[in-house]
Nanobody, 119 residues
Framework: VQLVESGGGSVQGGGSLRLSCAAS????????LAWFRQAPGKEREVVAS??????PTYAESVKGRFTISTDNAKKISLQMNSLKPEDTATYYC???????????????WGQGTQVTVSS
């Protein structure tokens, strides 16, 4: 699976960005999808994800501001509203094979897209 992100950029605090990720294969029912981010000097963290049954989950820090969505085929998106300087990071989409109806490890990663939020 190849994943290609787009939509990053620079925005002032309070602004919005929408990230998109295009997959090379149909992911529906075969892969769990997620968005991660990594800020300089920090560990990579999951921002939002879909479980194997399609239920979205969010990190506490982005709940109510970010929305993950998918077309159930080859596209996953992340709508980011009310952005804060602490959201500045490189954002990655990732895919985990579904085995026995459960997500396994995230083994497929995009190249990342930079999001910079100024105060």
């Amino acid at each position: 699976v190849q994943l290609v992100e787009s939509g990053g950029g620079s925005v002032q605090g309070g602004g919005s960005l929408r990230l998109s990720c295009a997959a090379s294969v149909d992911t529906y029912r075969w892969y769990c999808l997620a968005w991660f981010r990594q800020a300089p000097g920090k560990e990579r963290e999951v921002v939002a994800s879909f479980s194997s049954d399609g239920t979205p989950t969010y990190a506490e820090s982005v709940k109510g501001r970010f929305t993950i969505s998918t077309d159930n085929a080859k596209k996953i998106s992340l709508q980011m509203n009310s952005l804060k300087p602490e959201d500045t990071a490189t954002y990655y989409c990732a895919a985990a094979p579904i085995v026995w109806y459960k997500c396994t490890d995230y083994t497929y990663w995009g190249q990342g897209t930079q999001v910079t939020v100024s105060s």
